[in-house]
């Protein structure tokens, strides 16, 4: 609707509808849990520790989930309880015993006397975070110039 210049993807993006960058910087995907879970004791978690746990997954990723793949399961096939537009709801829910949810590391803070801990995935999934505009998009000064610095800091020069 043209509101807006730029969005950031942790995705792959539609490259019919967008022009992008794809980020030096991305994330890493994990589950959040209580600090007393059995899980908490791991390193990190691997597919079969998820498969009969009660699981909190992000709605905008439910559609088209990445971990299918990771998992080794269909979604259908795992014990899907609820379902997150913002983590830190999701963090609410695990804190009260609900569930384990699968999300990316640092949005929730899990330091101190938090109840909550984060473990990685293992085999290692991340996400890579993208740049995206819209195809043909006809940027304002302020906007071109964002994207050229971006380029030029981040080393990204070519890869619209």
Not at 31 to 46: G, N
Not at 102 to 131: H, Q, T, W
């Amino acid at each position: 609707k043209g509101l807006i210049d730029f969005g950031l993807l942790f995705r792959d993006p539609d490259l019919k509808k967008y022009e992008w960058l794809t980020l030096p910087a991305g994330d890493v995907w994990g589950v959040l849990m209580r600090r007393d879970s059995p899980l908490a004791q791991k390193e990190y978690i691997t597919p079969q520790d998820l498969w009969d746990k009660p699981l909190i997954v992000s709605a905008q990723e439910s559609d088209h989930w990445p971990m299918s793949r990771w998992i080794g399961r269909d979604p259908e096939e795992l014990s899907v309880v609820a379902t997150y537009n913002l983590v830190f709801n999701a963090s609410l829910l695990v804190e009260e015993g609900l569930g384990y949810a699968l999300c990316f590391d640092k949005l929730i803070n899990v330091s101190g006397d938090s109840k909550l801990c984060f473990r990685p995935l293992y085999p290692r999934m991340e996400g890579e975070a993208s740049i995206i505009w819209k195809r043909y998009q006809v940027f304002s000064k302020a906007a071109q110039k964002f994207i050229d610095a971006l380029q030029e800091c981040c080393g990204l020069e070519g890869q619209k």
